[in-house]
T-cell receptor, first 112, second 111 residues
Framework: LAKTTQPISMDSYEGQEVNITCSHN???????ITWYQQFPSQGPRFIIQ???TKVTNEVASLFIPADRKSSTLSLPRVSLSDTAVYYC?????????????FGPGTRLSVLP | GAGVSQSPSNKVTEKGKDVELRCDPI?????LYWYRQRLGQGLEFLIY????????KSGLPSDRFSAERTGESVSTLTIQRTQQEDSAVYLC?????????FGPGTRLTVL
């Protein structure tokens, strides 16, 4: 089970690009990297998932280096509404249960 | 379309009472998870169901906690003899492919 390490908190200002890095040194060959976002009083929601290199969707980009021991979630031009907790998960899509374990996440505060 | 629903949204109970929490997953989703989230903390895995396979109960914190799921439908999480430390938000998620879809959670307060 790959363990992840993220910064506990980050501050940013509106309009800036925010990069949150997650370390997963013992990621396994079959593991994918998934990021979730959680607003207060809500359940987490899926943002993006990748295996290697770069993935981009309408919300964010995910950068994964060749060794896959870390990944970086990039949020372009954040707004106040991006204030949330961001979770990095590493797991094997073919397996179940505790392969998808949420750590404490990164609390992002976007300031005006 | 309908997402994951949970009931009740809030539950206040007295220490020592039993509580039952309900999760209605998205129709057709074979995987279902229960998590616990204490105030200001991350999600703590409790139990996982996948189709008709034996559930992964490795996250249940004590034998006071149990969960059931009938087929690929509703799941119930039961906490017996509740303690104040059980106070938390209990989240349910269902998954078909790569993405977990979470319900709004049940906020449990044990007095």
């Amino acid at each position: 089970l790959a363990k992840t390490t993220q910064p506990i908190s980050m501050d940013s200002y509106e309009g800036q690009e925010v990069n949150i890095t997650c370390s997963h040194n013992n990621i396994a060959t079959n593991d994918y990297i998934t990021w979730y976002q959680q607003f207060p009083s809500q359940g987490p929601r899926f943002i993006i998932q990748g295996y290697k290199t770069k993935v981009t969707n309408e919300v964010a980009s995910l950068f994964i280096p060749a060794d896959r021991k870390s990944s970086t979630l990039s949020l372009p031009r954040v707004s106040l509404s991006d204030t949330a907790v961001y979770y990095c998960l590493v797991g094997d899509l073919a397996s179940y249960g505790q392969n998808f374990v949420f750590g404490p996440g990164t609390r992002l505060s976007v300031l005006p | 379309g309908a997402g994951v629903s949970q009931s009740p949204s809030n539950k206040v109970t007295e220490k020592g009472k039993d509580v039952e929490l309900r999760c209605d997953p998205i129709s057709g989703h074979t995987a279902l998870y229960w998590y616990r989230q204490r105030l200001g903390q991350g999600l703590e895995f409790l139990i996982y169901f996948q189709g008709n396979s034996a559930p992964d109960k490795s996250g249940l914190p004590s034998d006071r906690f149990s969960a059931e799921r009938t087929g690929e439908s509703v799941s119930t999480l039961t906490i017996q003899r509740t303690q104040q430390e059980d106070s938390a938000v209990y989240l349910c998620a269902s998954r078909e492919a790569v993405e977990q879809f979470f319900g709004p959670g049940t906020r449990l307060t044990v007095l």
